[in-house]
């Protein structure tokens, strides 16, 4: 296993704003937001202790998509290597990069500077995607993407690891003989964590992930699903831990004087600490936090009282 979080521990991480826009979860602040608001959360995470600051990734989106996915979508790799430059500590999580839409070299060369140039910060979160169209707009079979995933893990477990000349042989890629550097700053590799949710993507985790990233689980499924996950991980033969994640409810630190909508998670910093906690007595190594904010400066005030009132009562 290639270990990323402090044991013990529950860590905390974010997926940042402006870098996706779907209406699903975007504030109506950051239609308006910039490159400098993405820097002013990255280094709040990097003062306040977070784990991690996330980008996800999409290629294009198609028109029928577009009125709720929106066309805003930074690119994982520019928009993390940006952040490393302004960032000492936090790691830099790509939730989720498709990497079956490249080849495993590309994705290698890319994913291995980044993690040189972070100091060996980044952690490749990978999925299979869902948009169909970006598929067929690069000639890759969307049918078979789960498969082309599966593939991909492997070979870029060999193209980031130790071997300048790494070797991997596959049903559709194979390279021997070609040097790749600068290598990972991490060694054996960095850490690569499986998103999803559905029973291929709990079994992609449990066969080949270094953590799982469950995506759009209710709390209340989350104890079924890390059940069945370590139970597909032990029949596979894989006897390293694995590190669960969890996406958290909406939060809101404190009492708001505006409406943060029914399922916001409010209050005191303790209630919210205990609420959170029952996280990690389900097993969970690491929750994903979003808060609700009309501004960035509101969200990064959020992001300070978080991490100097709740995170000191997560491990009580």
Do not use: N
């Not at 990255?42 to 306040?48: E, G, Q, V």
């Not at 890319?110 to 169209?133: C, K, M, N, P, W």
């Amino acid at each position: 296993m290639v270990r990323t979080l402090p044991e013990g521990r529950l860590a905390y991480g974010i997926q940042l704003p402006v870098q996706s826009q779907s209406t699903l979860y975007a504030e109506d602040w950051e239609a308006a937001a910039g490159p400098a608001d993405l820097v002013e959360v990255a280094r709040a995470a990097d003062r306040h202790g977070f784990a991690y600051i996330a980008c996800c990734e999409h290629i294009a989106i198609p028109r029928r998509l577009a009125a709720a996915m929106g066309t805003t979508w930074y690119d994982p790799v520019a928009t993390l290597a940006h952040l490393a430059a302004v960032t000492e500590r936090v790691r830099l999580l790509s939730h989720v990069a498709v990497v079956g839409l490249k080849h495993p070299l590309a994705g290698a060369k890319q994913y291995a500077t980044l993690d040189r140039l972070s100091g060996g910060r980044l952690i490749l979160g990978v999925g299979a995607g869902h948009v169909r169209e970006e598929f067929e707009a690069l000639g890759v079979e969307f049918g078979r993407r789960g498969a082309v995933l599966d593939e991909s893990i492997d070979a870029l477990k060999a193209a980031l690891g130790p071997e300048e000349f790494a070797e991997f042989k596959g049903a559709r890629y194979a390279f021997s003989g070609l040097g790749q550097a600068p290598r990972p700053a991490q060694t054996p590799r960095p850490p690569i964590w499986v998103g999803g949710s559905s029973p291929a993507a709990v079994r992609r985790a449990a066969e080949r992930g270094d953590g799982w990233l469950p995506q759009g689980d209710r709390r209340d499924q989350l104890p079924g699903q890390i059940a069945r996950l370590r139970a597909l991980r032990e029949a596979a033969g894989v006897e390293e831990p694995i590190e669960v994640g969890a996406i958290a409810e909406p939060l809101y630190v404190g009492e708001p004087g505006w409406d943060v909508g029914r399922r916001t998670l409010t209050g005191a910093p303790e209630r919210i600490a205990e609420s959170l906690r029952e996280y990690r007595a389900m097993g969970v190594a690491q929750i994903q936090v979003r808060f609700r904010s009309r501004s960035s400066s509101e969200l990064t005030d959020q992001m300070a009282a978080f991490g100097s009132d709740v995170a000191v009562h997560l491990d009580s």
